[in-house]
């Protein structure tokens, strides 16, 4: 089995891949502090609770907070018995090179959407993720990442206005029937959930722009269904494209003899 982790800045989840299909997926917060025994008490706890066997032989993370891989390192060797690949590593290939500018880190998450949104719709693409932060990732006719957007998430700015702000209470997302709220909770769930339908068609229309071949937006990320209710945003929205893009490149990997 592969253990597929995918190390968000607020959020880690861990997927076990049979072979076929996911087995599971599993979700704790992101705290580089967690150690190696930790993670293997709350990861034996889930897998005794779904009663499979554990039998991991594989592993690969990315990890878009580069100080957990220390630990996450350690659980594969302490506990499985294996070296993991880690995306974005030179050891660890890619289908396809990024094509950005020299000595730019691309994260290792919008790596694995690319290779995985080309594998489901092919060349001329772009995911929308809306995780930490609501990023835009372009995939080329051949499923290189060239580019894309980085933008504040949409908790990210729900917390900034609750911080900054004396009177201006935490509020959740939903989407307001009207843009002009008549209480405070209303204008700022107006503002958040319409500032963001905003952003997201003018930056899917301008990225739309600068391309020279019709391109297929997909979403991902807990909130992409929130934000699709009776819009077009989306031609399609994928709850797993991650995951599944550090799969493939897993898988990439073997087929190549590395790991
Ligand atoms: N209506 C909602 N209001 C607030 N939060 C929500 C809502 N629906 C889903 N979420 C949250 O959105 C998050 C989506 O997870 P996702 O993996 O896409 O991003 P993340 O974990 O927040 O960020 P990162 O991947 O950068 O760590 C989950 O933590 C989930 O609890
Ligand atoms: C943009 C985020 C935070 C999204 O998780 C992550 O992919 C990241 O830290 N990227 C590094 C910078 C870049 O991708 O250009
Ligand atoms: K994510």
Not at 62 to 80: D, H, I, M, Q
Not at 85 to 94: A, I, Q, S, T, Y
Not at 167 to 188: F, K, Q, S, W, Y
């Amino acid at each position: 089995m592969l253990l597929c982790i995918d190390t968000g800045n607020t959020n880690t989840v861990f997927s076990i891949w049979d072979g076929e299909k996911f087995l599971a997926h599993w979700r704790i917060s992101t705290d580089h502090r967690r150690t190696a025994d930790e993670y293997f008490v709350w990861l034996s706890t889930l897998i005794a609770v779904r009663r499979f066997d554990l039998d991991i032989n594989a592993c690969i993370i990315s990890a878009t907070a580069p100080r957990v891989v220390f630990n996450l390192r350690v659980l594969c060797n302490r506990y499985f018995d294996i070296r993991p690949l880690v995306v974005g590593k030179p050891e660890c290939l890619l289908p396809v090179e990024p094509r950005v500018d020299p000595g730019t880190k691309v994260g290792p998450d919008r790596l694995a959407n690319a290779v995985a949104a080309f594998d489901r719709h092919g060349g001329h693409s772009v995911v929308v993720d809306f995780g930490t932060a609501t990023n835009f990732d372009v995939v080329d006719a051949d499923g290189a990442y060239v580019g894309g957007v980085i933008a504040p998430g949409v908790n990210l700015s729900l917390e900034a206005l609750h911080m900054a702000a004396a009177a201006l209470p935490h509020v959740d997302v939903t989407m307001p029937e009207r843009v002009i709220g008549t209480n405070t909770v209303a204008c700022i769930q107006s503002g958040i959930y319409w500032g963001y339908i905003g952003l997201i068609e003018g930056i899917t229309r301008r990225i739309k722009q600068e391309r020279d071949h019709p391109v297929k937006v997909i979403g991902t990320g807990g909130l992409a269904p929130l934000f699709d209710q009776g819009f077009d945003l989306f031609d399609a929205i994928e709850d797993d494209l991650t995951v599944h893009g550090l799969r493939l490149i897993h898988d990439y990997n073997k087929e190549m003899g590395n790991g």
